[in-house]
């Protein structure tokens, strides 16, 4: 082989080293391009994780903001609705006003005075409003049940009875007083089981009324016992309560003496 030849094949090797040293350094290249662009992908998947992370908890947000602003809006609309008491009220408030009675009874006589006076006038003033309140509260929802119209007007007399007793007991009441305004109540009673039996109704008049007015009105200044004007103002009441007591009977007897005619 001349030197020529072996020349060319030196050139050629060399080449062709040439060549693969070229093609090497294209690849390290074109690595060396995709590897931040595959670093970059980890990056970009976290970064999107944390943006629907973001969104989703936004999201739930606005659920709870939404969700109390109708609990809200709903708490408004029940406010403003207008309540309506249910049907046992009024019986409740009876039963409460007949349990009351005892606890009046131990203030006004074994408690010491004057302490025993304003808190036997609070229990007594607390138990007649109980009164007022469960009856207009029958009436204007038609609550009206048997139970009631047994037991409201036993509680009431109960009430005012056993107040005025304690007043005979503590001798700011005469005896004789008493004794006509409790037989007045069985008379009248009495009247109204007669009345029952043959189908009449005995609603209460304008005098009887008045009368259970001015009888509480006598016992809540009694029970206090502050002296003065207050005790002369009692007596007045003690007066006119009587006067109401005769006036309403006779009146009761009088506007419904058919009920006492028997039908042959």
């Known amino acids: 082989m001349s030197d020529r030849e072996k020349d060319r094949m030196d050139v050629d090797r060399e080449g062709i080293f040439d060549d693969d040293a070229v093609q090497a350094d294209m690849v390290t290249q074109d690595e060396a391009k995709a590897a931040p662009e595959s670093t970059a992908e980890p ?53 409460l006003r007949i349990c009351m009675i005892p606890l009046f009874v131990v203030l006004l006589l074994w ?21 007022a309140f469960d009856g207009h509260i029958a009436r204007k929802y038609n609550y009206i049940t048997t139970f009631g119209k047994f037991m409201d007007p036993l509680a009431d007399k109960l ?3 056993s107040a005025m ?11 004789w007083i008493v004794i006509i305004i409790i037989a007045r109540e069985f008379i009248i009673s009495g009247f109204r089981l007669i009345a029952v039996e043959k189908g009449v109704v005995i609603a209460a008049n304008y005098w009887g009324k008045l009368k259970t007015v001015f009888q509480m009105l006598m016992v809540i200044l009694m029970i206090g016992s502050f002296g003065g004007v207050f005790n002369m103002t009692a007596q007045i009441l003690k007066w006119i309560a009587l ?4 006036i309403s009977l006779v009146t009761y007897l009088l506007q419904n003496r058919q009920v006492l005619k028997d039908v042959h």
Request: proline share 4%; aromatic share 2%; with cysteine.
């Open 43 to 95: 990056a970009q998947k976290a970064e999107q994780a944390q943006n629907t992370e973001k969104a989703s908890g936004a999201s739930q947000n606005a659920k709870k903001a939404a969700a109390k602003a109708g609990k809200s809006a709903a708490g408004k609309k029940k406010s403003g609705e207008k309540w309506v008491p249910g049907p046992n009220l009024p019986n409740q408030l009876t039963i």
């Open 243 to 246: 006067a109401l007591t005769v």
């Open 165 to 175: 007793i304690c007043l005979v007991d503590l001798g700011r009441l005469e005896s």
């Open 159 to 161: 009430l005012v009875c």
């Open 111 to 131: 408690v010491k005075k004057p302490a025993g006076n304003i808190l036997a006038m609070i229990v007594f003033i607390a138990a007649s409003l109980t009164d």
